[in-house]
């Protein structure tokens, strides 16, 4: 199949690229950008492993053609850390156990990345519903909601010290 | 408060911000030039003879290098030395929907599916055996030709005299349990890149390099060997990051295998990654596992005999079925007191994917029927069920009737800990209508006592080098797979070295570099490879010590290694002010001196100190320089290898289920019942694990919780689902392991009994835990409803057909599925439960057989 | 397991749209959210020449209230949004409740309505890979001739399993269908045959652009109720929507839809007879649970037994209008 010139923007950087227009945004990311922090887990878009924002947006990069992004906003695992150093929620579950194997981490970034600039006191309800999409197979996920939250603890601080 | 600067201390894992920031490799994330994508072609039949396999098709299609099928590689292989029965793909036989076939290396994955369609298999279909009970009574037509019946193994162990004892007892329960068919589902697909160098001498493929998600690199580096007829030293293993195991990758899963094959043909580099089905497909899960078992009891109680008779459903090769089948009768001891003991267990062999190990090996299905039938038991003795458990207790230290060492044994405790925290006492037989409160106990091995390969050689070795700059470099073959081995490693190393763990790097799981370690697997790596690294860094800091003690004139004894600074404690104490050997003082000229922010400041104050007399104190980096000047190369070994006290005893199959030490759990779990949809939900589950001395708590607790979890799971919704050898459910949406919403709150508490020969005490955490879980649910849903569930999951349909059982409602067939408009000739079609063993013969309405009805069809 | 290789036209008009639809019918596919058509070409269901994605036409992306109280929903609206308006919420919480229960978050974010309401039927025989599909000589569905959950005859019982039209169909929604031949619109209650193969009567070119709440519909009580065996991600295994107007402390109307029993989302016959007047009690819920149980004909095409999967029909039926009638 012949390839088609499709602009990618990704983390804030713009990519032009030679790719089928029936390509995957995952493979594309993987493949042709080598940011291979999206997972592939599953092949019927369900275990959120590939989770990226488009637009903000958190969306399965499984389920997504690249060439339908053109003109998107899109963030991966790659562009959450912040000022060359890890963001607070990278930080949070490092320390309290949120990423055992480390494979469903990435797409957990992003849902969590997502939750908190939308929500900064989320109940634990709120956190467990946002997690739904993403499976992970180590922890139980306990330890998650522990490290989301003292994250959003760690921002709140962050926001203090500045002000 | 503890006497550790780094052990016991919630550590974030070394590679921790890896995983976070999407930096971390796994296998599927690399690439090298030139590679090629590798797809394997699976058999669509349960059992078949293959008559021919023509690849000329495939191989003409633009972009395909090589096309390789079991000819290519006919060496037999398998994880056991008694189970050599698998090979790299199919040389005469499939014997299972997936078993592998061929493989096409191309220079993209498309081409290689499309070529995939074009190579023709002729099959000639054979009767298939898809339950395990039907398989063994086969006549002909056996899976594997050297296994009559379809049994893969049979045991037959009694210790004491059971027969006598069940005659003694007041009370005799027994039963019929069944646990269906789970799988390990890992987040990470299988994934392996094979890459030849060409050799240089001959130009034809020399050296070999595999990047592999496995558990057992140094296994995988001994497969291959074998398969491929070269010499392990030509052969490297490296493991990347690993997306979780849990036994999915304990052994050498056929992509790997072909990989190297595949590459070996193509002289390019090949990648295979696996599809999710394939994972499914490749599976060695927990089989599904029958077991009728039966329990005497005196009044007061106390077991005086158990019989078991377990039947295990193991796919279509032997994989580690020898070991689970052992494990099963070996658990059955260690954790309470049973003086006799019957045990009949059946390894048998069906047309379905393979088992094998899956977390809590052995254990978990046995464990789930007998701690279910003494909770039946104590409801019939009127005593509470924690109460009957804490009756059984073992008298430790002690050996079991059937040859196990127990030396630690936190049980006692364990049970305490639930009992208490979650109010046992005060709350069970008082919540609230559908809502109850289960308990249930189970127990692991902290690694086998004997390796798989019997050999004396130690099960692991750790090397440790350290430079001039004070940086620590611990060489283990130990990999990790998400549990936090490498953590665990710089953990030992530098407690031991008094050091922070910035200064230590592991350098893990590359066969080249490190040595030999027999894998992530039976529960082993904190036991075996933390004994083998902390007797390594003992060995470099007596090196160390040597020279120190030269330079501070005074014995080693006085040395006191700690906070990156070796002090002579003689020397110390009237130096620096009252608080002693916690001097801060001395921490802060530490950092000066050597460290900032994880940075080496080179010659520093080294250089200076130098010509000064003898000193109280030196900073790491100086006694290491010291050390260096003195011995040259500074660097320790260590090994480990469990005592022979701890290898158990000497009947057939006593290899199985000896180790040095054992993991006790406890649980207690709140469910409540919908009694109108038959949904169950665990509210809360208290876990209380025996992990000797937990190194790591946050490691710990989240193994605990796992563990619990995963139970869960298998409790409650993970089930494969086959009709007729097909696997209905081969996905992630339809394999159902639990979303953040129906997980339940589990309050994970540790308890270390400190065993005398783990390192600092450690001992297993990552698997006890799961055995107790599906019991302790049941337990709790009996509590809830008094319907006591022998089949698990415990789905819904499960539960609420238990349920109007008891209250005598109108039967409904909640939990077979028949299908009302299904002609009864047809039913081979609705459900393997009524398939009459005739393998892939299908409607006559199939395609499949469109051949056959037009024949028949014509002359009617 | 990769996409078959196609052309993805991009159209940003509804116009655009439909005259591409038209250029390469027979061979093309519709994408929007892309979570039910994305993964089934994957296993090779859909192995279309052109995919025409429509995700980029704004126009058919969100809701207007209309001036008589009823709403429009643009197909391209995605559940997410469905779920959170302010405005469904208050009128039509039905909707909002059901599009809330679909898959996880995430799947949500990427899903419209109008694919919801488009969702290709499902079953265990037939939503496989490729290979899975030839292990079992492939089904009545996709290349073969043989129904493996009913082989007796030669229907295909695949059962849809969208979670909103229950919803829409207790709210008498309407669908706008354009193609290049111009617009139409139809009631939800005609959109789908039956048949799981030809599971809804689109016409090759057409494409659904929106979706009409009518006036009449709203501030109905609603409920949703959905069996899953997980409390996300997961189809649902059965489904109910109810909803109920009182007048004067009596029902004057009442709705209950099924999804995931069938192969197509059905309005449940003779409940508004069978309530009106009343005031709901136990006993009566259970004959309109008897009603609907009666409608589901649920078979092995799913997980959990057909059997088990009617009585939760029954059950949820019962427990959906007692709530909603609270």
């Known amino acids: 199949m012949k390839k088609e010139l499709v602009e990618l923007r990704v983390n804030g950087r713009t990519y032009e690229l030679a790719i089928e227009s029936s390509k995957l945004l995952l493979d594309v990311l993987r493949q042709d950008l080598d940011l291979t922090g999206s997972k592939r887990g599953c092949d019927e878009s369900s275990c959120g492993a590939c989770t990226v924002l488009v637009d903000g947006i ?43 194997c480390g494979f469903c981490t990435p797409g957990f970034m992003m849902t969590v990345k997502h939750l908190i600039a939308g929500n ?25 909601y522990q490290a989301i939250k003292s994250a959003i603890d760690a921002e709140r601080r962050e926001i203090g010290v500045a002000q | 408060m503890s006497d550790f600067s780094i052990i016991g201390k919630p550590i974030a894992m070394v590679d921790a911000a890896g995983k976070t920031t999407g930096a971390g490799k796994y296998t599927d994330d690399l690439s090298v030039p030139g590679m090629l994508y590798g797809k394997i072609l699976h058999s669509p039949h349960p059992h078949a003879r293959i008559i021919s396999v023509d690849t000329s098709r495939a191989a003409k299609l633009p972009g395909v290098v090589a096309v390789v099928t079991g000819k290519d590689a006919p060496n037999p292989y398998g994880i056991l030395p008694v189970g050599h029965d698998e090979r790299a793909m199919a040389l005469d036989k499939v014997r299972y929907v997936g078993d592998n076939v061929a493989c096409v290396a191309a220079e993209t994955e498309f081409i290689a599916e499309q070529a995939l369609e074009l190579i023709d298999v002729k099959y000639e ?204 009768g070996a658990l059955l001891g260690a954790l309470y007191d049973i003086p006799n003991i019957q045990y009949d267990g059946y390894r048998v062999l069906t047309n379905k994917p393979v088992c094998g190990a899956m977390r809590g090996h052995g254990t978990v299905n046995v464990r789930f029927a007998f701690e279910s039938q003494l909770d039946e038991i104590a409801l019939q003795l009127k005593m509470d069920s924690a109460a009957i458990r804490r009756r059984n207790l073992l008298k430790a230290p002690c050996i079991t009737v059937n040859g196990l060492r127990v030396q630690s044994y936190g049980l006692p405790e364990c049970i305490d800990q639930v009992v208490t925290r979650s109010q046992w006492n005060e709350r069970k037989g008082k919540l609230a209508k559908s809502r109850g409160l289960g308990i249930a106990c189970s127990h692991y091995v902290s690694g086998a006592a004997n390796s798989i390969i019997r050999s004396d050689m130690p099960h692991s070795t750790v090397n440790i080098k350290i430079d001039r700059d004070g940086g620590i470099v611990v060489y283990t073959g130990a990999s990790d797979i998400g549990q936090g081995s490498d953590t665990m490693v710089a953990q030992i190393a530098a407690e031991v070295l008094g ?41 470099v800091k007596k090196q160390i010590a040597t020279a120190a003690a030269r330079k501070m004139d005074c014995t080693l004894d006085d040395l006191i290694f700690r906070d990156d600074v070796v002090v002579n404690k003689s020397a110390t104490v009237a130096k620096t002010p009252a608080n002693g050997n916690q001097p801060t003082v001395v921490h802060a000229e530490a950092s000066v001196s050597g460290r900032v922010e994880g940075q080496i400041l080179r010659g520093s104050l080294q250089q200076k100190r130098k010509d000064e007399g003898p000193k109280a104190k030196l900073s790491f980096e100086e006694a ?9 190369a500074l660097s320790g070994t260590g090994s480990y290898a469990p005592p022979p006290e701890a290898r158990g005893g000497k009947h057939k199959g006593a290899g199985v289920g000896p180790s040095p030490a054992y993991s006790y759990s406890a649980q207690v779990a709140e469910v409540s019942v919908d009694e109108e949809t038959g949904e169950v939900t665990v509210h809360k589950v208290w876990a209380s694990h025996d992990c000797g001395r937990a190194l790591n708590p946050t490691s710990v607790e989240g193994q605990i919780i796992g563990s619990v979890w995963m139970g869960m799971g298998q409790a409650l919704t993970e089930e494969m689902v086959w009709k007729d050898g097909l696997l209905m459910n081969p996905g992630l949406l339809e394999y159902r392991s639990p979303s953040s919403v129906e997980s339940p709150v589990v309050e994970a508490i540790i308890v270390e009994s400190v065993d005398p020969e783990g390192p600092f005490g450690a001992k297993e955490a990552s698997e006890g835990s799961l055995a107790a879980t599906i019991p302790a649910i049941a337990n709790a849903i009996y509590d809830a409803l008094g319907i006591r569930l022998r089949e698990s999951p415990f789905t819904p349909e499960r539960v609420l057909s238990a349920l109007r059982a008891k209250k005598k409602q109108k039967h409904i067939n909640l939990t077979e599925g028949v299908d009302p408009t299904a002609p009864t000739t047809f039913r081979e079609h609705g459900g393997s439960l009524c398939f009459k063993g005739k393998g892939p013969e299908r409607h006559a309405l199939d395609p499949a057989r469109r051949e056959f009805h037009v024949a028949k069809g014509g002359a009617d | 397991m990769s996409l078959p290789e196609f052309k993805l036209l991009r159209p940003r008009t509804v116009q655009e749209a439909v005259d591409l639809l038209a250029q390469h019918s027979g061979n093309v596919r519709i994408l929007a959210g892309g979570t039910d058509l994305v993964p089934s070409m994957r296993q090779k269901l859909f192995e279309p020449q052109y995919v025409v994605d429509i995700r980029h036409i704004s126009a058919l992306n969100g809701m207007t209230p209309l001036r008589d109280g009823a709403v429009e929903i643009g197909a391209l609206t995605s559940l997410t949004a469905i779920e959170r308006s302010p ?8 909707l909002s409740e059901a599009a809330g229960t679909v898959a996880s978050p995430v799947l949500r974010n990427m899903g419209t309505i109008g694919g919801n309401i488009c969702l290709d039927t499902r079953c265990l025989w037939y939503n496989q890979s490729l290979q899975w599909r030839k292990s079992c000589g492939f089904c009545i569905k996709k290349d073969g001739d043989l129904c493996h959950v009913a082989p007796g005859g030669s229907k295909c019982w695949a059962a849809f399993s969208g979670d909103t039209p229950p919803a829409l169909l207790c709210l008498n929604a309407d669908l706008e269908i354009i193609s290049a031949a111009g617009v139409r619109r139809m009631p939800l209650t005609e959109f789908y045959t039956g048949d799981g193969v030809a599971y809804r009567k689109l ?83 259970e004959v309109v649970g008897d009603m609907a149980a009666k409608t589901a004909k649920p078979l092995t095409t799913s997980a959990l037994t057909p059997e088990y999967r009617r009585e939760m029909i029954r059950v949820f039926t019962k427990r959906a209008l007692l709530a909603a009638a609270n």
């Open chain 1, 58 to 100: 958190p969306m399965l990069s499984c389920a997504l053609l690249a060439a339908s992004c053109e003109g998107q906003e899109i963030t991966t695992v790659e562009g959450v850390s912040e000022h060359g150093s890890l963001a607070a929620i990278q930080k949070a579950y490092g320390d309290w156990g949120g990423s055992q």
């Open chain 1, 120 to 144: 900064d006191e989320p109940t634990d309800a709120d956190i467990r519903a946002a997690l739904s999409g993403n499976l992970c197979r180590c922890t139980g996920y306990e330890q998650m």
């Open chain 2, 125 to 328: 279909v054979l009767p298939a055996y898809f339950d395990p009970e039907e398989s063994m009574k086969a006549q002909s037509d056996f899976i594997h030709d050297n296994k009559p019946q379809n049994i893969e193994k049979d045991y037959h162990h009694v210790f004491g005299d059971p027969d006598k004892a069940f005659n003694e007892a007041d009370y005799v329960a027994e039963a019929r349990f069944i646990a269906q068919e789970v799988t390990h589902a890992a987040m990470e697909p299988h994934s392996t890149l094979a890459s030849f160098e060409i050799d240089s001498q001959t130009g034809k493929p020399g050296r070999l390099t595999v990047w592999s998600s496995t558990q057992v690199p140094y296994y995988l580096q001994h497969k291959l060997s074998l398969v491929l007829e070269m010499p392990m030293s030509q052969i490297r293993v490296i493991k990347p990051l690993v997306g979780g195991g849990f036994g999915g990758k304990s052994e050498v899963i056929p992509l790997e295998i072909i990989a190297a094959v595949a590459a070996r043909a193509a002289q390019k580099p090949v990648k295979i990654t696996y599809t999710r089905e394939e994972v499914f497909l490749a599976h060695r899960g927990r089989p599904r596992t029958i077991v009728d078992l039966k329990t005497g009891v005196k009044n007061d109680g106390s077991i005086t005999a158990v019989k078991a008779r377990v039947i295990q459903d193991g796919g279509a090769y032997c994989s580690y079925g020898v070991v689970t089948i052992l494990y099963s």
């Open chain 2, 499 to 539: 050091c922070s763990m910035a200064r230590v790097k592991v350098i893990a799981a590359d066969t080249d570099l490190t040595p030999i370690d027999i894998g992530s697997y039976s529960s082993r790596v904190t036991f075996m490879n933390g004994n083998a690294t902390l007797r390594a860094a003992q060995d």
């Open chain 2, 624 to 632: 290491v320089v010291a050390a260096i000047d003195f011995h040259g």
């Open chain 3, 87 to 94: 405005y469904l919420r208050q009128h039509y919480s039905v």
């Open chain 3, 203 to 285: 016409q090759p070119g057409e494409l659904v652009t929106r979706v009409f709440l009518p006036a009449a519909s709203a501030d109905y009580r609603g409920i949703y109720r959905k069996l899953r065996v997980r409390g996300s991600i997961d189809y649902p295994l059965a489904g109910v929507a109810v909803v109920l107007k009182h007048e004067n402390g009596h029902i004057a109307d009442a709705r209950v839809a099924l999804t995931a029993v069938n192969p197509a989302p059905l309005l449940v016959k003779g409940v508004t007879a069978a309530l009106f007047g009343n005031v709901l009690d136990e006993s009566l819920a």
